[in-house]
């Protein structure tokens, strides 16, 4: 009873089959899509920008030009300076050239003359010598050697002036006593006072070692007679003699 119905079971399985319909999905590309107003709004600002960039563009090759154009008037202007400055140069270095060769002839001027009266003064007494140079320095009173024959005179001046001062030469002990005898051992006295005593300025004066004391050494030149002139040497401290001595 069971088999007649499996079979018709079975056998309607068999006749009639179940179609399956597979689902295949979309797969065609999606496209986005605007609205035409929206694409001729973005086309628009394309297109003035585009304007601006070529606008833009336009100036700055103008601007390169107008520059490249005020580039070569200063170029031709320091190429004009620079030929002028050569020039200017070539002039300088002439003049220069002149100037040295001019410097040298003066250098020259009175050289062979103050040779001259130099050795003829040698074998002349002060005042001579000082008459031979006084008139060289009337004659070239440019020339590069007229302070030469000034320190020839100043020297001559100097050895008159040692002659009229050995003429007053007095012996240690004398300037001693004279000092003594004043009391400037034993006191304080302007400096003054000792020069009115020994009879003139010294030719000379320097400070002492000591920095607590007023220390000072006059020296006159060929005041001392003894076997000779030698230089009288007065030593002081804060206006008091310490001592008279001569140089060797």
């Not at 999905?25 to 035409?36: C, F, M, N, T």
């Not at 009879?199 to 007023?214: L, M, Q, T």
């Amino acid at each position: 009873m069971y088999f007649p119905l499996f079979f018709f079971l079975f056998g309607c399985e068999q006749d009639e089959p179940v179609h399956f319909t597979p689902q295949v999905g979309d797969s065609s590309p999606k496209i986005a899509s605007i609205e035409l107003s929206e694409h001729n709004k973005l086309m628009a600002e394309q297109k003035k920008h585009l304007i601006d960039l070529q606008q833009r563009f336009d100036q700055v090759v103008a601007e390169s030009h107008i520059r490249a154009t005020e580039d070569a008037e200063i170029i031709k202007e320091l190429e004009a300076r620079i030929v002028n400055l050569n020039h200017s140069l070539g002039e300088y270095r002439s003049e220069i050239s002149d100037s040295r060769n001019s410097l040298k002839e003066i250098k020259k001027m009175g050289s062979k003359e103050y040779k001259t009266i130099y050795e003829q003064s040698r074998n002349l007494d002060h005042e001579k010598a000082i008459s031979l140079f006084e008139e060289f320095l009337e004659e070239f009173p440019n020339s590069p050697i007229s302070s030469r024959a000034r320190s020839r005179i100043k020297f001559h001046n100097a050895e008159i002036q040692v002659l009229e001062n050995r003429k007053s030469a007095r012996t240690v002990r004398l300037w001693e006593a004279k000092l003594k005898g004043e009391g400037m051992f034993a006191r304080a006295v302007e400096e003054d006072e000792i020069f009115n005593l020994i009879g003139r300025k010294p030719d000379s004066a320097k400070r002492g070692s000591s920095s607590e004391y007023k220390e000072r050494i006059y020296i006159w030149r060929d005041y001392i007679l003894d076997g000779g002139y030698h230089d009288l040497m007065i030593e002081t401290t804060d206006g008091k003699v310490d001592g008279i001595s001569r140089s060797e």
